[in-house]
């Protein structure tokens, strides 16, 4: 048995342990986001199942641990946001990458490195362990398409294969010697799944028979999101309720939202606005509309067929900014995917009550409006493919297995 001991206090094992078995074969993981902890989750257990000897290993969270991944250090030690907080963080942050780096050599060295989302660190990680002789596996492309198109290059010379989760990625490496598949999008896996899942029942919510609209409200989860989101749309809401009388409003609440203060803005408003614990898919379900933060939340909506409207409010200075900085025709993820203005995304000053509440009444006032945008919703669900995801990543990984001396 070889072990090395963990310099992190803060949540990881004191040490790992793995055994020297020449034919079990090592994979080290690196998820740095909840996010990346998630797919990481899905991709252990599809990894495991089709080989239960392997030796899953490296940087995740409590899922992936769930899964079968012995963790080196915790996801949370990466979990900042901000130029200030990841200065402040650095040395933390550095100590992370020395371990992987350190493992990638010696008595831990696996057989695979699979890299999950996590550009800024992962890249750097990746080039490491192409100089160390491991092929990489990148899970979720870099948005190349959005900013920093040079990047292709260098993910072309350090990773072996990468699995893209937006159908139009692969072009963007087209020419390049690299492998890289469309594997499907993760969110069609939990889409499959809420399939069995019933619309928000009338014992929980015994007035939706009688309200209608019934209008979603996914103000985000991030401060600074919610600083901006909330008024917005409440006073929409509050509008809304002026040109339809019996409208009811549902907040779904997102993981890290926190809901004291986001009642308080309700109770103050005095609008019908009623907070849930049910999954985005129940609610989405439910509605005859929703208005959203533009984020992963819009495709999920959009997967549920639902007719939404995506909207995004920053500070000025932060939205110049990212102006200059990121090239894209489209703001919104649904209409990302489909190419062109699918639904109606409305970006900082148009991002409005006024905007809003016109957006809505075209959808709520004309039904083959609403209907036609739910058979587009449709055709985009159908466009980007099949659940799956994981067990695709998966193949490739043990091509790359495979590959081995």
Not at 147 to 166: N, S
Request: glycine letters at 6%; charged letters at 20%.
């Amino acid at each position: 048995m070889s072990s090395m001991p963990s310099p992190f206090p803060y949540g990881a094992s004191p040490q790992l342990s793995l055994a020297t078995d020449p034919d079990c074969r090592r994979v080290l993981l690196v998820a740095g986001e909840a996010s990346g902890d998630l797919l990481g989750a899905h991709l252990a257990q599809a990894l495991l199942r089709q080989d239960s000897r392997l030796q899953l290993y490296g940087l995740g969270g409590e899922r992936m641990a769930a899964a079968g991944c012995r963790l080196l250090a915790p996801a949370s030690a990466l979990s900042v946001m901000g130029l200030v907080e990841v200065v402040r963080h650095l040395p933390r942050i550095l100590a992370v990458f020395r371990l992987l780096t350190g493992a990638l050599r010696g008595p831990l060295r696996p057989d695979l490195v699979i890299l999950i989302d996590s550009p800024d660190f992962n890249l750097p990680l990746a080039t490491r362990a192409r100089r160390a002789g491991v092929p990489v596996l990148y899970y979720v492309s870099p948005q190349v398409w959005a900013w920093r198109a040079g990047r292709v290059r260098r993910i072309a010379r350090d990773v072996a294969k990468l699995a893209a989760i937006l159908p139009f990625e692969p072009a963007c490496y087209q020419g390049l010697p690299l492998d890289v598949r469309y594997v499907g999008h993760p969110l069609l896996d939990e889409v499959d799944r809420a399939g069995a899942e019933p619309p928000l029942a009338a014992a929980a919510w015994p007035e939706r028979t009688t309200a209608w609209p019934l209008i979603g409200l996914f103000p985000g989860s991030r401060p600074t999101e919610l600083a901006f989101s909330v008024p917005l749309l409440l006073e929409t809401a509050r509008r809304l309720r002026q040109i339809y009388p019996t409208a009811a409003f549902i907040v779904p609440l997102a993981p890290g939202l926190a809901a004291a203060p986001l009642r308080q803005a309700i109770t103050a408003a005095g609008l019908p606005v009623r907070l849930t614990d049910a999954s985005v898919y129940a609610v989405a379900r439910s509605c005859t509309l929703v208005l959203a933060v533009s984020g992963t939340v819009t495709l999920q909506v959009a997967l549920m067929e639902t007719p939404l409207i995506l909207f995004y409010r920053t500070a000025p200075l932060s939205y110049a900014l990212g102006r200059l900085l990121v090239r894209v025709r489209h703001f919104g993820l649904p209409n990302i995917i489909a190419g062109r203005r699918l639904v109606p995304e409305l970006l900082q000053h148009e991002a409005s009550p006024e905007r809003l509440v016109a957006e809505a009444r075209r959808l709520l006032d004309q039904p083959a409006v609403a209907q036609q945008l739910r058979e587009e919703l449709r055709g985009l669900r159908q466009q980007m493919g099949t659940p799956g995801c994981a067990e695709r990543v998966a193949a490739m990984a043990f091509e790359l297995l495979g590959q081995r001396p």
